[in-house]
């Protein structure tokens, strides 16, 4: 039977994966079709994957489009390429004028460039429209701390209600999510609080849990509690031997683990269990934005309930999204950073193994994570490929740089020279970064 799960499980994750591999790929290579298109370079292939043709049809502008057997990658094969890295051209001696024109070679350096550059922002579009799209899905929690959903806990007595309104905590008022989060910052310990809500019409107070109970909010991916199966909503009752009334406790007793195994009393559904997780040690910011190495299990706090939202106008959403998606590019471009410097460990780059398992976790995580990690993977392709790498889109825009500058393209013997230097440093990256999904725990 435990065969038959980690074939299952497996299956999961490498359909997960190529679903959205799939769907990036495409929105990836699409930018470069239309806009090349558009600027009057003829597509003759567009293909999604590589390898022996599964399926293709020819359309009536004479692009032939096909999915191929290998489904990590694609690309779009233009008019005079001798392949399909649109650098490599092949004999267009033959043409006249007109066709050179719908040719990679014979188009306008502006045409060039605007294709080529349209794959990676073609990328970053899609992240931009996911994040919006979950905006505007699920909106955000209003500003007066509301309670949407009560979770489920071992808690008797009267508590809160969906729809209360919390005014206060432990006297302490809280008119807007700032100063709740500020309040509850500053709390103690304690299992149960006093909160003062207004349910109706109705000012009340009730007793109810530690606003950020030990309650597993979200469960990260790739991660020791995800291996165990922890779930959202579940309740922490103890950790190492210690009752735990705060998630705020929790980081503390893992911290003092070391990396030794922490058993830990689940309750769930009614019901108590223990089970036992391994902490791992995970570069993470600290409240300082420095990144530093410490253990962890692999859990987000979450609220006591989930809060009311509201929904975002147009103008909300696109500068919510916009700034979402800008965090994520620093952020990955400054984990780059520090990693090529030595400041963090190299354990923190995924390879293709890596990402697998990344979607198939982010899909049991339910939708929501599935089409941020989506997000998160289109972002990263369209950065990695602006990188001024001969065979990536950075490579042939520094390409038509030198010749904007130098009036002439570079030479075919200096292409075909860092084309394989390129070619070289890509499968290089993509082998360390297998290495690290291997010997990386």
Request: contains cysteine; proline residues 5%; negative net charge.
């Amino acid at each position: 039977m435990e065969i038959f799960a980690a074939i299952g499980g497996t299956a999961w994750t490498v359909f997960f994966f190529i679903v959205a591999l799939s769907i990036i790929v495409f929105v990836h290579e699409y930018g470069h079709y239309i806009v090349g298109r558009w600027s009057g370079i003829h597509a003759e292939v567009f293909s999604v994957g590589f390898g022996p043709v599964l399926w293709s049809r020819l359309d009536k502008r004479g692009t032939r489009w096909q999915i191929a057997a290998i489904p990590f990658g694609g690309y779009v094969k233009f008019l005079g390429d001798a392949d399909a890295t649109s650098v490599q051209h092949g004999d267009v001696s033959g043409l006249s004028a007109e066709e050179r024109r719908h040719t990679m070679t014979g188009a306008p350096l502006w045409a060039r460039s605007a294709t080529v550059a349209a794959g990676p922002v073609a990328n970053f579009i899609l992240t931009f429209v996911l994040l919006a799209g979950i905006l505007l899905v699920l909106g955000i929690p209003r500003e007066e701390p509301t309670v949407g959903t009560m979770r489920d806990f071992p808690h008797e007595g009267p508590t809160l209600l969906e729809g209360d309104v919390i005014l206060a905590i432990q006297g302490q008022p809280t008119p807007d999510r700032e100063t709740f989060g500020t309040v509850v910052s500053d709390l103690p310990n304690q299992r149960t609080m006093s909160y003062t809500v207004r349910r109706g019409t109705d000012e009340l107070v009730v007793e109810g849990p530690h606003p950020f109970a030990p309650v597993v909010g979200e469960v990260i991916i790739r991660s020791a509690a995800m291996d165990a199966g922890l779930q959202s909503g579940d309740v922490i009752l103890r950790a190492a031997g210690q009752d735990v009334t705060a998630f705020s406790q929790l980081p503390e007793i893992v911290a003092a683990s070391k990396g030794d195994p922490v058993p830990l009393t689940i309750w769930r559904d009614g019901e108590a269990f223990d089970l036992t997780l391994t902490p791992r040690i995970r570069t993470v910011e600290d409240e300082t934005g420095t990144f530093v190495e410490r253990y962890q299990i692999g859990i987000v706090a979450g609220l006591a309930f989930e809060p009311a939202t509201r929904a975002t106008g147009p103008v909300e959403t696109i500068t919510l999204a916009a700034g979402q998606m800008w965090r994520m590019a620093t952020g990955t471009l400054n984990g780059l950073g520090l990693m090529i410097s030595g400041a963090i460990s190299t354990c923190n780059l995924t390879g293709a193994i890596g990402m697998a398992e990344t979607m198939g976790d982010a899909a049991r995580n339910g939708a929501e994570s599935f089409i941020g990690m989506m997000a998160v993977l289109s972002l990263g392709i369209g950065i990695l490929n602006l990188f001024p790498i001969p065979v990536l889109d950075g490579g042939h825009l520094v390409f038509h740089a030198y010749e904007a500058v130098t009036r002439r393209p570079p030479s075919d013997r200096a292409l075909r020279v860092m084309m394989t230097v390129g070619l070289s440093l890509v499968i290089g990256l993509m082998v360390f970064a297998l290495s690290r999904d291997l010997i990386c725990v």
